[in-house]
């Protein structure tokens, strides 16, 4: 499985994810689950096991299971080109059971100059979430 460092994530992605994993309601001063701030939808997609491969069979995430998908941000603002994800499992009253997330990075392939196709061409897991 492709990974990515903790070191070559931006500083507000970074603790985005490290807001997810703290299962804290904003970000960086924005709302996590707000469409206004962070959140861009959810994902129904496997990627746990094999990202890119399981996207593009459009294998769907087991019961139980839940993805929201979420956008990067770079010094302009909105990077059209990069998603955070997050995989979990839900408990039996509803709670994400935060030791069953997994968190990645994705990057669209690029389309026309300037634009992004609805495709991914890297689906990386973020394995050293905390590690300089």
């Known amino acids: 499985m492709s990974t990515v460092k903790w070191s070559q994530i931006g500083t507000l992605n970074k603790q985005l994810v490290l807001d997810l994993v703290a299962n804290n309601v904003r970000s960086s001063g924005y709302l996590i689950d707000d469409t ?17 491969k399981s996207y593009s069979d459009k294998k ?7 993805g929201t998908k979420y956008y990067c941000y770079n ?5 059209m080109k990069k998603r955070i994800v997050m995989i979990f499992e839900k408990d039996d009253t509803g709670v994400r059971k935060s030791s069953t997330a997994k968190y990645f990075r994705m990057t669209h392939t690029e389309g026309k100059p300037g634009a992004y196709t609805n495709d991914y061409q890297a689906i990386d897991e973020i394995t050293d979430i905390g590690v300089s």
């Open 36 to 52: 206004n701030g962070w959140l861009h939808g959810s994902f129904e997609y496997d990627i746990r096991a094999y990202p890119l």
């Open 60 to 66: 769907k995430l087991p019961l139980g299971w839940y």
């Open 75 to 79: 010094q302009q603002g909105i990077d």
